[in-house]
C-alpha cells in the first residue's frame, strides 16, 4: 500500500492541479498532464496557440501539431499517455482504487478478490454477503449500519467521521484552543488543558460559516487578481501599440530630414546643371563666332593672293586698301573673357558637426503621478488667448480627449462664455464654441462628446468634438447645476446650490431621478465619479473633501487641519489606481490623497510654476493637465534615480 500511494503521490499525479491524473496526455518532452489541465493552460498561451503547438507548463518545451486547422481542443484530446503512465495508472489509478474498493475487505487479507456487496459505516469496511453474516453475528458489530455497497449517495451521507489516532471512536468534539476536530478518548489524553472545547454540532455551523466567509474572500481575491491580470494584458498591448507608434514617427521625422536633404541635394545639382550650361551655350557661341571669322579670312586671303600675282596694279592697290580697312574691324579678339567653370565649395567639418547636433527627438519613459518617486516635470503649455476674446482668459476646466489619432484639449473660458479646444494636428488654430452664459466644469460623455454646466442659465449643453466643437443639444434644468460628471452612459451627476441633499442624479433629459446628501458640502463646486462609482466632491467655502456612493453612504470626509489646511479646494480626478488629485487654488497647489482620503504628498506647487489653478485631469499616456489662468500647463512624470 506504502509503494502504491508513493507511486501515486510521485509519478501519477498532475502538477498543475495537484491530484492524480484524470485522461493523461503525455507531451514530446515526456512530460504528462490531466488534458483538460492542458487544455486550460494552453489556452493562456496565445503565442504557442499562434505557433500551432502546445506549451509545456513544466519545460516551455512545445509540441508541433499535426491538425493545424483544427480548435485547441482537438489537438489536446489526440494526445496520448505513454505506455508507462498508462500501465501505472491501470494498475495504481483511480480505476484500480475503485475495483479495489468493490472488494471484500476481509477476503482481500487471505489473498481472494470476493466482490463486496454491503459497506459498514462504523467499520468502513466492505463485505460480502458470507463476511456480512459474520460481521452481524458479532455482537460487537451487529447494531453497525450497514448498507448496499452500489448505493453512493448512502455511503456517502453515513460515512462517520472516525477519529485517525482511535478509529473506532467517532468526532464529536472541537478544541477551539488547537483547532482540531477530536474524539472523546482525545479529549480526556490529550486536550485535558485545554480550556475551549465544544461539540462538533455547535461548531459546524460556525465552521460552515466561516468557510463560506472565507470562500467569498477568496472569490473576491480571485476576482481583483483576474482583472488585474486583465488590465496588465491590456497595457502590455497598449505599450506594445505605443511603442510601435514612436518607432513609426520617429522613422517618418527621419523621412522628412533625408527629404530636405534631398532637397538641398536637388538644389546644388540643379544648379551645377544650369551654370554648366550657360557655359556651354558661351563656349558653343564663341566657336561659331570664330568658325564664320576663320571663313571671311579665308575669303580675304584668296583675294589677296589673287592681286599679288596679278600684273595689274590697280587691283593690287585696291585690295591693299580694302585689307587695311579689314584688319581694323578685329582688333578686339584677343581681349575676349576665357570661358568660366564651375566650382563646388563645402564645409565637411561644418556638415559633419551638423549631422551630430541633429536631433529627431527625445524618447523618455514617462511615469505615472501615482508613482510615488516621480517628479513633475513641465512638458509643454498650451496658450488659449485668441484675437476673439473679448475679456481675459479665466479657465475653470480642462479635459483630453483622443478623436482618432488626434489628441484634443477642451477648456471652459469661464469669462468669454465659450467652449475652446486645442489639437495636435493644427496647433496653430483655437477652436471655440460660443454659450449662453458661464461654462463650470465639464464631464467627459465619450472620446467625442463631452457635456458642460452652464448654471446660470439653468443648462447642460452637450457638444461634439470633430476635433473642432460642435453644439449638440440644450438640456433645460430645474435648478442651477455647477458641478457635473458622468455617472454612466445615460446618467449625470449634479451639485447644486445650499440644499441638503447637494447631488441630483440625472437623466439626459434633464430629470431628477434621486438626490445624495454630500454630508458639510452644501454647494459642491466640483464633482468627480471614480472607477467604482463613488463621488467626490468639493466646495470653495468648505475646507473639506467628501466622498459618498452612489446611494449617498458616507465613505469619508476628509479636513486638513494646521499648515496641510487648504484654502480654496476646487477641481478633482483620479488616476488608474484609485489616488485622488485635488487643487487647491489659492495655496497654487495639487494635493495627492490614497482612495481612502489619506493624505500622500503635495504633487505640485507655486515653486513648479502653478499659479491659480483650478480645473485637473489626467489623460491615457500619464499626463497631467493643470489650467493656469489662461494657459493649460501639462507635466509629465519621471522618477527620480537616487
Known amino acids: 500500500m506504502a509503494t502504491a500511494k508513493k507511486l501515486t503521490d510521485n509519478h501519477l499525479t498532475c502538477v498543475i492541479c495537484t491530484e492524480v491524473f484524470t485522461d493523461p496526455a503525455t507531451l514530446q518532452c515526456h512530460h504528462t498532464f490531466c488534458k483538460s489541465c492542458l487544455l486550460k493552460y494552453t489556452k493562456t498561451q496565445p503565442e504557442a496557440v499562434q505557433a500551432k503547438s502546445i506549451p509545456c507548463p513544466s519545460c516551455r518545451q512545445l509540441t508541433k501539431v499535426t491538425t493545424l486547422d483544427s480548435p485547441v481542443e482537438e489537438w489536446v484530446s489526440q494526445l496520448k499517455p505513454s505506455h508507462v503512465i498508462q500501465g501505472l495508472m491501470d494498475d495504481f489509478g483511480p480505476g484500480a482504487e475503485a475495483a479495489d474498493a468493490n472488494v471484500c475487505s476481509v477476503c482481500k487479507t487471505q489473498g481472494k478478490t470476493t466482490p463486496a456487496t454491503s459497506w459498514c459505516s462504523v467499520c468502513d469496511e466492505v463485505f460480502c454477503d458470507g463476511c456480512l453474516k459474520m460481521h452481524n453475528i458479532m455482537p460487537m458489530s451487529r447494531d453497525h449500519d450497514v448498507v448496499d455497497v452500489l448505493n453512493a449517495t448512502k455511503r456517502k451521507a453515513r460515512h462517520r467521521f472516525m477519529c485517525k489516532t482511535h478509529k473506532d471512536k467517532q468526532i464529536e468534539l472541537f478544541c477551539k484552543d488547537c483547532k482540531m476536530a477530536i474524539c472523546h478518548t482525545c479529549c480526556s489524553i490529550k486536550h485535558r488543558k485545554c480550556d475551549d472545547v465544544d461539540t462538533l454540532d455547535n461548531m459546524t455551523p460556525l465552521v460552515r460559516e466561516h468557510l463560506s466567509n472565507q470562500n467569498q474572500e477568496l472569490k473576491i481575491k480571485m476576482t481583483t487578481s483576474e ?188 469669462h468669454n462664455k465659450s467652449l475652446k479646444t486645442y489639437h495636435t494636428s493644427d496647433p496653430n488654430t483655437l477652436g471655440n464654441l460660443l454659450l449662453s452664459n458661464w461654462p463650470w466644469q465639464i464631464a467627459k460623455l465619450s472620446e467625442s462628446q463631452i457635456a458642460v454646466s452652464v448654471p446660470s442659465s439653468k443648462e447642460i449643453v452637450t457638444v461634439n468634438v470633430t476635433p473642432d466643437p460642435v453644439l449638440l443639444s440644450t438640456i433645460k434644468t430645474s435648478k442651477m447645476y455647477f458641478a457635473l460628471s458622468t455617472l454612466s452612459p445615460s446618467q449625470l451627476a449634479a451639485g447644486t446650490c445650499r440644499q441638503p441633499h447637494s447631488v441630483d442624479i440625472l437623466d439626459m433629459t434633464g430629470r431628477i431621478l434621486k438626490s445624495i446628501n454630500t454630508g458639510v458640502i452644501r454647494s459642491p463646486d466640483y464633482i468627480h465619479v471614480t472607477s467604482n462609482n463613488n463621488l467626490i466632491v468639493s466646495e470653495r467655502r468648505v475646507n473639506s473633501l467628501v466622498c459618498v456612493t452612489s446611494e449617498g453612504e458616507a465613505v469619508f470626509t476628509y479636513t486638513p487641519t494646521a499648515d496641510r489646511a487648504w484654502t480654496w479646494p476646487w477641481g478633482i480626478t483620479t488616476t488608474s489606481t484609485g489616488d485622488i488629485l485635488l487643487v487647491d487654488r489659492d495655496s497654487h497647489k495639487v494635493i495627492k490623497l490614497t482612495e481612502s482620503g489619506q493624505f500622500v504628498r503635495d504633487v505640485l506647487t507655486h515653486q513648479d510654476g502653478l499659479k491659480d489653478p483650478r480645473g485637473i485631469c489626467l489623460d491615457g499616456n500619464g499626463f497631467l493637465y493643470v489650467t493656469c489662468g489662461r494657459c493649460v500647463s501639462v507635466f509629465k512624470f519621471k522618477k527620480t534615480v537616487k
Do not use: W
Not at 586671303?301 to 600684273?311: G, I, L
Not at 496658450?383 to 480627449?401: E, P, Q
Open 227 to 414: 482583472n488585474i491580470t486583465i488590465l496588465r494584458k491590456f497595457q502590455i498591448k497598449e505599450f506594445q501599440t505605443n511603442a510601435q507608434n514612436i518607432k513609426d514617427e520617429i522613422r517618418n521625422i527621419r523621412q522628412r530630414v533625408v527629404e530636405v536633404i534631398l532637397s538641398k541635394e536637388k538644389q546644388l545639382l540643379d544648379k551645377v546643371d544650369r551654370s554648366s550650361d550657360e557655359q556651354l551655350h558661351e563656349l558653343q557661341a564663341e566657336i561659331k563666332s570664330q568658325e564664320i571669322e576663320l571663313q571671311m579670312y579665308q575669303q580675304q586671303y584668296e583675294f589677296t593672293a589673287n592681286a599679288v600675282t596679278s600684273n595689274c596694279e590697280r587691283d593690287m592697290y585696291a585690295v591693299y586698301e580694302s585689307v587695311g580697312e579689314a584688319s581694323t574691324d578685329n582688333g578686339d579678339t584677343g581681349n575676349r573673357l576665357a570661358a568660366g567653370r564651375v566650382v563646388f565649395t563645402h564645409d565637411m567639418d561644418k556638415l559633419s558637426k551638423a549631422v551630430e547636433e541633429l536631433q529627431l527627438g527625445e524618447v523618455a519613459v514617462v511615469r505615472g503621478v501615482s508613482d510615488r518617486q516621480s517628479t513633475p516635470v513641465l512638458h509643454h503649455t498650451i496658450d488659449f488667448v485668441s484675437d476673439g476674446g473679448k475679456r481675459d482668459i479665466h479657465l475653470n476646466d480642462v479635459t483630453v480627449l483622443t478623436v482618432g489619432d488626434i489628441t484634443v484639449t477642451i477648456v471652459a473660458d469661464y
